[in-house]
């Protein structure tokens, strides 16, 4: 019997049964099958998808630093960081985006917009400086993260307070637009419906962005990460974190919806400041104290002897980054 026959042999009967088929040639079986007819016709999995394996947090981490080798350049699996121009509501600006190595525009990924502190630009992220490109690099080359986009925004033709206001209606609309995100369009409603997939965070000034992003931008923002910055509603540590609590009972969301994973160094000018905060935040039921995102939303993490620069803090976003994107 010809291939050819076997399988239009295969399509004449039923495909959703249990049946056995045999070839022969001269005489002799040169082919048994026995299972499922759509299986070998179609080359369709035999056996049910696996389930998928929920995330192993540590609900209470300590700060370390990033394995020997993150900082260094990874040959063989590097990403690309694009320069990128938009006219926004604040007029013509620019930005970098991080695009893992192999990027498909076929797939999706998540998607993770990180701002600099003060006096810096848009091009101090990915810089000589910092090159956290090649932390995101070795971090998805290790399996401790997905495939990611990263982004590298700027607020200096605005505030870090107000920046919100362009995340919003200009940078989501003009990245998501054009690279391979979990936003079907740039519409309200698939951007509103992709915030599981979507991360804010920021150094210093840039944490001030990040705690004002989430007051104002709770539909389209899941996950959030204030690297040494306070929030800077509020004089107290009890206005700031009740400034957050009434934006989170705004929003209508339930503590499962949101997740906060903070840093700073102990001797970081920034700690006198977020540390208050953080603490009247754990007294609001609208904040559950635990790095394990599957119960909770709200963690701190306090390196030891660090105090403020980047060279310090990219460490915190390598630590940090694996904890998103799990619920």
């Not at 060279?311 to 980054?321: E, M, N, P």
Request: charged letters at 20%.
């Amino acid at each position: 019997m010809k291939h050819g026959i076997l399988i239009v042999s295969l399509l004449a009967c039923c495909l959703s049964t249990n049946a056995q088929f045999s070839l022969y040639k001269d005489g002799k079986t040169v082919f048994v099958y026995e299972g499922m007819l759509d299986s070998i016709v179609f080359g369709l999995p035999q056996t049910q998808e696996e389930e998928k394996v929920p995330y192993s947090y540590i609900a209470n981490p300590q700060a370390h630093d990033a394995p020997n080798g993150y900082t260094d350049a990874c040959w063989g699996a590097q990403g690309k960081v694009v320069t990128e121009y938009y006219s926004g509501i604040n007029g013509n600006n620019s930005l970098q985006v991080y695009l893992p190595y192999g990027y498909d525009e076929n797939k999706q990924y998540n998607i993770f917009y990180l701002m600099h502190g003060g006096n810096e630009d848009q091009t101090k992220i990915f810089g000589n400086e910092v090159n956290l490109q090649n932390m995101l690099d070795h971090m998805i080359k290790n399996g401790d993260i997905e495939p990611m986009i990263v982004v590298a925004p700027t607020f200096n033709k605005c505030e870090a307070g107000t920046f919100y206001n362009e995340l919003r209606k200009s940078v989501i609309p003009f990245v998501e637009g054009k690279y391979s995100t979990y936003a079907k369009s740039t519409s309200d409603e698939d951007i509103k419906a992709s915030r599981r997939h979507r991360a804010y965070g920021g150094f210093s000034m840039g944490a001030v962005s990040t705690w004002a992003v989430m007051q104002n931008c709770l539909d389209i923002v899941a996950y959030y990460m204030p690297l040494s910055g306070d929030h800077w509603q509020g004089n107290s540590g009890d206005d700031k974190a009740r400034n957050l609590s009434n934006a989170v009972k705004q929003s209508g969301l339930s503590t499962h919806d949101y997740f906060i994973f903070c840093a700073t160094g102990s001797t970081d000018i920034a700690y006198p400041n977020v540390s208050p905060q953080i603490e009247a935040m754990k007294n609001y039921p609208e904040f559950i104290y635990t790095a394990d995102f599957s119960k909770g939303n709200l963690y701190f993490m306090v390196a030891q002897g660090k105090d403020h620069w980047w060279g310090y803090v990219r460490h915190y976003v390598c630590q940090a980054l694996p904890y998103f994107f799990h619920e």
